[in-house]
């Protein structure tokens, strides 16, 4: 500081002795400032610094770099005149200990919730993310309050805080024993206290589960009400589901455990002024406040705010803690980093070799999880290092960066793993070579405990990995156990290979002798192997192929059994027929089958919040139950049998469940408790319930009464509807409680304002008999289902018909709205579940399974979730986001000839006859912008590369390039374009290929739009097939250009100079469509002959032939990550996945119901989009997963093996293996 002040002055005399008032003028500052800067009684702020340096001429950046310095070594030396608080009032990154409680401050009201914690429970848990402060708060906040309290009940005859090591039952087991009483503590039959510090230890260091088992069960000893022991354990929060994982910490945990959340703004404060009050300092308020603000907004700022305010004190002014000081120190984000750097800057090499090797130690990582502190015992570290390691250990100690005690070696806190850079840049480039470590210094300990056996030594592929982690280069890493254990595992398998060496040598001599006769007996009994191999393998490939095919046959009628013959024919040979019906089975959405009941499944209904589905049978079994929605596990019934239910529904908040009933009329019951509330005073016989949108109205329809609205908080009749609502079977609010629709024999469909009771409105004007309906969550569409087997959509505004879904409904057809309104599910006559597009009026996905009528269907509050009941007594509950197909756009086209989704995937274009080209938001599926009103028989569409220009070819438009953000044109390059069918970007987006019949091929430059090269006249075709398609594809290179024509084969241009390279014959038709694979290896080609033939692109032969189904492919496309191509043609209207690497058939996608005519990818892979003759887009999901989660998913929503009658019809005369293992 002395040197700092003495090189200002040297300046100020350099500039020409300037005096300090004309000083004072050119930096800003008053004279005493300036002269105080320069008398080195304290070193002065960066920022007057500088302004005195600035106006004496000096260089700021140099001048800076001193001050830097200076403040540093005034953070060694600590400030002079003050020698009587020597001790700080931080601990830095260390913890506080049990004799520090009078620097600790900011969590008496944790303390207390601690407390009062421990006197209602023997055992219990604090659990907090790291930096929250848990060992301080045990150590200086519980165990100082216990020692002096006054309370009887709480004070323990002793207290024990410990941390569970490598080895914690082993270690730790004398604590268990109760203990006398302590001097100072409770009386000899009070509890004995055992404070768990670092519970996430039992995790990270203790490798042997039986040992982690042993230690857990001691703990949870102290539940016992005549334990003598109580226990409190201290865990991280990110390690709260390793708990979760055992079965009776779990149980423990459930209502003993408590947050150590973030500090309030207050008690931050207290954390920063009150330990330097005690040490007779004050802290600058503004310093005060900004610490507040950033330690509130940083996770896990509590030790990098200690830290900093240790710094900050050893760069205090006089009494007085500077926001100068604490910016010297780095501030709070690099406080800890400038010590570590500070520190290890003064290393030489040979001491930073030891420092690395020493952190690396300390730590373990993480699998999974965040990376943990590792304490060492001293006498593992001096065996590493060599002589310099004695110095690290001394030095970062004496920065607070590690603590010592008698045995072992920590870091100070985890802070430093991820708040020094260069330690955890360490961390991540040694990784593997630290988990590896980590199991090497176990498995050393474990070989001397067993007294050097060898049977505990590393052989194989354990052996290989140390020796490639710890060969020569590392040998220097390992102790002197772990380089003896290493090297007595390498010695014993040299021993062994010399054994067997030798051992060969001997059996050489004999073999010889007798080699003649073994020969013709090895060759005799190779020929019957493999003739019995040969024979096994094909009897598996067959069973496996009839499995597969009863599989196809089944999954539209009993989809369950379908899944099951499926899993078993995948199990039984993977053949391509099995891995067909696997993933077909997979694609099922089912998530649970409820299984446990009796009786048909009358009415289904979930709870508000999703968690709880109620479910309803008839019969013998007649009973109302509550499932866990997530689990599929029954969680009660109630105490109730009835004869039938017709209807159920929860109250808003969840608490009440109302049940409509044949012969006990309306009841609300307690879902808590599963007790009946009360019963209505309606009529016996009840057919719907429905609650209104805020809880206090319940609407009912019963025999004899009508429509009923009830006071939910009284249980009174508010109005009765009256004799127009007689015959009423199903009821329903609107979103605004407003409106009330009702539903049924003789009157239709009636909307009632349920304020004044007056009928709004009549829908179906003549009767009609209505069993069931829905309104949509916007209230704007009503659904219902009524007697003549259809479902129709209502405008509820205008009561006119919006639509009739196409297809029968079922005899008594359950209808339900998704939360979103985009989905509607009716129940259908050949007992499947329908899921409809509402906006498209269109099949989303058919829900096999129920080998019954469906009766009651309904969604769940996330969207996705539908529960389903039947008269085949079971209850489904589906996932149905978890299907192929996603979502269908329809517009007015009467046909769609090209879909492309754009580059980044938010946007769709679709193009075709009727109607010209629509973007579709690909996510949100909201109504199109359409391009222009004058597009209209738009053949083709295509997005550049950047995704900002829309390419598109038309019959009266000719070829334009248009603002895909805008939608305007932006360049028309050719009006004589009405024969152009086909275009294609290249992928460096400087070329655009389009494609005709009068003039070919030709090449435009797609930024001048100049015509570019047209491609010598070669044959073309003219049928219509051709005409509607044609083929066009660039290489990823964009350097050659693929083609293909009526006479079969695919030619490759060189796109710059229009030269023909190669000619690929093969196909026996026109050739209707190719396709690069994104790393341009392969080329797919396919037309009319239905075969897609995929050529190697270097030799130009054929890969792969996909076999085809006698009808054209239109369209194919690779997935972007080139695993999977998507084949279209008009065989059914489907789309086939294929496996690019096997050539084997994943999938086949249908529902389209005329020939799909284009399909595209979006750019993630995960949707796939596809178009044709019906005038609809489909977009499906295309995540297939490995069979062996496909098999996993399968049998986890089946929850059920085959049986032994559909074993034998099955699978007669084979080995009674598991399909699906319990």
């Given at each position: 500081m002395q040197r700092f002040a003495f090189e200002l002055r040297k300046l100020r005399a350099e500039a020409g002795g300037i005096t300090y008032r004309v000083l004072a003028q050119r930096a800003g500052y008053s004279v005493t400032t300036l002269s105080q800067a320069a008398a080195g009684e304290q070193l002065p702020t960066l920022t007057v610094a500088l302004a005195y340096v600035q106006a004496c001429g000096g260089d700021p950046v140099e001048w800076e770099a001193r001050w830097k310095q200076a403040s540093d070594e005034a953070a060694v030396l600590g400030p002079e005149g003050d020698g009587e608080h020597t001790e700080p009032p931080y601990k830095g990154l260390a913890r506080f200990e049990t004799g520090d409680d009078g620097l600790f401050f900011g969590r008496d009201r944790?303390?207390?919730?601690?407390?009062?914690?421990?006197?209602?429970?023997?055992?219990?848990?604090?659990?907090?993310?790291?930096?929250?402060?848990?060992?301080?708060?045990?150590?200086?906040?519980?165990?100082?309050?216990?020692?002096?309290?006054?309370?009887?009940?709480?004070?323990?005859?002793?207290?024990?805080?410990?941390?569970?090591?490598?080895?914690?039952?082993?270690?730790?087991?004398?604590?268990?024993?109760?203990?006398?009483?302590?001097?100072?503590?409770g009386a000899a039959e009070a509890d004995t206290l055992i404070v768990v510090d670092q519970f996430e230890e039992i995790f990270t260091l203790c490798q042997d589960p039986e040992e982690r088992a042993r230690f857990i069960d001691a703990l949870l000893t102290a539940r016992r009400p005549e334990n003598r022991l109580r226990v409190l354990v201290a865990v991280r929060a990110d390690f709260y589901g390793h708990c979760a994982g055992h079965r009776g910490l779990a149980e423990a945990l459930r209502d003993a455990q408590l947050l150590a959340g973030p500090m309030s703004p207050a008690e931050l404060r207290d954390v920063i002024v009150r330990p330097a009050a005690a040490a007779g300092l004050t802290v600058e308020r503004a310093l005060t406040s900004r610490l507040v603000q950033e330690v509130a907004d940083a996770p896990g700022g509590l030790p990098l705010l200690s830290h900093v305010l240790l710094e900050t004190w050893r760069r205090r002014r006089g009494k007085t803690l500077t926001t100068a000081g604490y910016e010297a120190a780095g501030g709070l984000a690099g406080a800890i980093a400038k010590t570590a750097e500070g520190v290890y800057s003064h290393f030489t090499r040979d001491q930073a070799d030891a420092a690395r090797r020493v952190l690396l130690r300390l730590v373990t990582p993480g699998d999974g999880t965040p990376d943990t502190r590792r304490p060492a015992e001293r006498e593992e570290l001096r065996d590493i290092g060599g002589p310099s390691t004695a110095q690290v250990l001394e030095a970062l100690t004496r920065a607070r960066l590690l603590t010592q005690d008698d045995d072992t070696v920590d870091l100070a806190h985890e802070a430093l793993l991820t708040a020094w850079p260069r330690l955890r840049d360490w961390i991540e480039a040694d990784r593997e070579r630290l988990r590896t470590h980590r199991k090497l210094t176990e498995a050393a300990r474990a070989w001397e405990e067993l007294d050097c056996d060898p049977g505990a030594l590393y052989r194989g592929s354990r052996l290989a990995t140390a020796q490639e982690h710890f060969g020569e280069e590392h040998h220097e890493d390992l102790t002197v156990l772990e380089h003896t254990f290493l090297t007595t595992s390498l010695q014993a398998r040299e021993h062994e290979e010399h054994a067997a060496t030798r051992t060969t040598r001997r059996l050489r001599a004999l073999t010889a002798s007798l080699s003649v006769l073994l020969v013709l007996a090895v060759i005799a009994g190779l020929v019957a192997w493999q003739q019995r191999h040969n024979a096994d393998s094909a009897q598996k490939t067959a069973l496996s192929r009839q499995l597969a095919a009863q599989s196809s046959a089944l999954i539209d009628t009993d989809s369950d059994l379908a899944s099951l013959l499926a899993v078993q024919s995948y199990r039984t040979s993977p053949t391509s027929q099995a891995v067909q019906s696997l993933y077909a089975a997979a694609a099922v959405p089912l998530r649970h089958g409820l299984t446990g009941r009796r009786g048909a499944v009358t009415s289904v209904a979930f709870s508000p919040d999703g968690r709880v589905l109620a479910s309803s049978t008839e019969g013998e079994d007649g009973k109302v139950r509550l499932w866990d929605a997530g689990t599929g596990r029954l969680e009660r019934s109630l105490d109730w049998n009835p004869a039938w239910v017709w209807s159920m529904a929860f109250s808003p908040d969840g608490r009440t469940l109302a049940t409509a009933a044949m012969n006990d009329g309306v009841q609300l019951w307690n879902t808590a408790t599963g007790r009946l509330r009360t019963t209505l005073p309606g009529p016996a016989d009840a057919y719907a319930v429905a609650f209104s949108p805020d809880g206090r109205t319940l609407a009912t329809a019963g025999d004899g009464q009508g429509v009923q609205l009830w006071d939910t908080a009284s249980a009174r009749l508010r109005r009765n509807l009256g004799r127009q609502t007689q015959g009423v079977g199903s009821v329903a609010f609107s979103p605004d409680g407003h409106t009330l629709a009702t539903g049924g024999t003789g009157h239709g469909v009636q909307l009632w304002n349920t304020a004044d009771g007056k009928l709004q409105r009549g829908l179906c004007g003549p009767p009609l008999g209505v069993y069931s309906l829905a309104l949509s969550p916007d209230g704007r569409t009503l659904a219902t289902s009524g007697t003549d087997h259809t479902v129709r959509l209502w405008n509820t505004a205008t009561g006119r018909l919006r639509t009739s879904l196409p297809g029968p409904a079922g005899d008594m057809a359950p209808v339900a709205f998704s939360p979103d309104g985009h989905t509607l599910a009716t129940s259908s006559p050949d007992n499947t579940v329908r899921l409809w597009d509402t906006a498209a009026g269109a099949t989303l996905a058919t829900l096999p399974g129920h080998t019954d009528t469906v009766l009651s269907v309904a969604f769940g509050p996330d969207g996705h979730t539908l529960a389903t009941g039947g008269r085949d007594q079971s209850v489904r509950l589906w996932d149905t986001a978890a299907g192929l197909n996603r979502a269908v756009l329809a517009g007015p086209l009467k046909q769609v000839l090209s879909v492309a989704f754009s580059p980044d995937g938010q946007t769709l274009a679709t193009a075709g006859y009727g109607r010209g080209v629509d973007l579709w938001d690909a996510h949100a599926r909201r109504r199109p912008r359409t391009l222009s009103k004058g597009l209209d028989d738009v053949s083709?569409?295509?997005?550049?590369?950047?995704?900002?220009?829309?390419?598109?070819?038309?019959?009266?438009?000719?070829?334009?390039?248009?603002?895909?953000?805008?939608?305007?044109?932006?360049?028309?390059?050719?009006?004589?374009?009405?024969d152009v069918f086909r275009l294609a970007f290249s992928p460096d987006g400087r070329t655009l290929a389009t494609r005709g019949l009068e003039h070919g091929v030709q090449l435009w430059d797609a930024k001048t739009g100049r015509l570019r090269n047209a491609l010598p006249e070669f044959v073309v075709g003219t049928d219509s097939f051709v005409n509607g398609m044609g083929s066009l594809a660039f290489s990823p290179d964009s350097r050659t250009l693929a083609t293909g024509g009526e006479d079969g084969a695919v030619r490759l241009w060189d796109s710059v100079t229009g030269r023909l390279r190669v000619r690929l014959p093969g196909h026996t038709g026109t050739l209707g469509s190719v396709a690069f694979s994104p790393d341009g290896r392969t080329l797919a080609a396919a037309g009319s002959d239905g075969t897609v033939r995929l050529w190697d692109t270097k030799t130009d032969r054929v890969r792969t032939t996909l076999p085809g189904r006698a009808a054209p492919v239109f369209g194919i496309v690779f997935s972007p990550d080139g695993r999977t191509l998507a084949t279209a043609g008009s065989a059914a209207g489907s789309v086939r996945l294929w496996d690019t690497a096997t050539g084997n058939a994943l999938a086949t996608l249908t529902g389209h119901t005329d020939a799909v005519l284009s399909v595209s990818f979006s750019p993630d892979g995960r949707t796939l989009a596809t178009a044709g003759g019906d005038g609809t887009v489909r977009l499906w999901n295309i995540i297939l997963p490995p069979p062996a989660m496909a098999i996993s998913k399968i049998c986890q929503a089946l929850g059920r093996d085959l049986t032994p009658q559909e074993r034998s019809t099955y699978l007669p005369d084979q080995p009674p293996h598991a399909t699906c293992p319990a």
């Open positions: 944790l303390t207390a919730d601690l407390l009062e914690l421990l006197r209602r429970r023997r055992f219990a848990a604090v659990f907090g993310p790291s930096g929250s402060g848990k060992s301080s708060l045990l150590r200086a906040g519980l165990v100082p309050t216990l020692r002096h309290t006054q309370d009887a009940g709480l004070r323990p005859a002793a207290i024990r805080i410990l941390a569970p090591g490598d080895r914690p039952a082993y270690t730790h087991a004398h604590v268990f024993e109760p203990s006398d009483t302590t001097p100072g503590m083709s569409v295509a997005f550049s590369p950047d995704g900002r220009t829309l390419a598109t070819v038309g019959r009266h438009h000719g070829l334009g390039l248009w603002d895909s953000a805008t939608g305007r044109l932006r360049e028309r390059l050719s009006r004589d374009a009405h």
